[in-house]
C-alpha cells in the first residue's frame, strides 16, 4: 500500500488559480494509477480526474474539463492538480488516491490521503 499527503489547498477568488500536490511514500507508486477526488459540504466524494501509471492518458469529470490539468512524476512520486479558472462550486476538500485503471475508467483503491481545503469565495 502506498502513503499518500496531500497539499497546497487554501483560499482563492473565483477565477483564480492554485496547484494540489500529492507527496506518495512506497516504492510502488509507479505501478499505481492516480486519482483526485473531491468532497463538499454534505454531498458524496466525487471523482475529479486521474492518470495512467505510465503519465499517458488522462481522464476528467466534465465539470472540471479545460481548467484542471492532472500530472505526475514518478521520479518525485509526486502527483499533480493545477485548477485554473476556479469557480465557487469548486470549493472542496480534496483528496487523491493511488487506484488503477480499467477499460470502463479509474477504480479507487484503499490508499487515501487526508485532503487538503480548497475554497474559492470573493
Known amino acids: 500500500q502506498v502513503q499518500l499527503v496531500e497539499s497546497g489547498g487554501g483560499l482563492v477568488q473565483p477565477g483564480g488559480s492554485l496547484r494540489l500536490s500529492c507527496a506518495a511514500s512506497?516504492?510502488?507508486?509507479?505501478?499505481?494509477?492516480m486519482g483526485w477526488f473531491r468532497q463538499a459540504p454534505g454531498k458524496e466524494r466525487e471523482f475529479v480526474a486521474a492518470?495512467?501509471?505510465?503519465?499517458?492518458?488522462?481522464l476528467y469529470t466534465d465539470s472540471v474539463k479545460g481548467r484542471f490539468t492532472i500530472s505526475r512524476d514518478n521520479a518525485k512520486n509526486t502527483v499533480s492538480l493545477q485548477m485554473d479558472s476556479l469557480k465557487p462550486e469548486d470549493t472542496a476538500v480534496y483528496y487523491c488516491?493511488?487506484?488503477?485503471?480499467?477499460?470502463?475508467?479509474?477504480?479507487?483503491?484503499?490508499?487515501w490521503g487526508r485532503g487538503t481545503q480548497v475554497t474559492v469565495s470573493s
Open positions: 492518470i495512467t501509471w505510465s503519465n499517458g492518458p488522462t
Open positions: 512506497g516504492r510502488a507508486f509507479s505501478s499505481y494509477a
Open positions: 488516491n493511488a487506484g488503477s485503471f480499467t477499460r470502463t475508467g479509474y477504480n479507487q483503491g484503499l490508499s
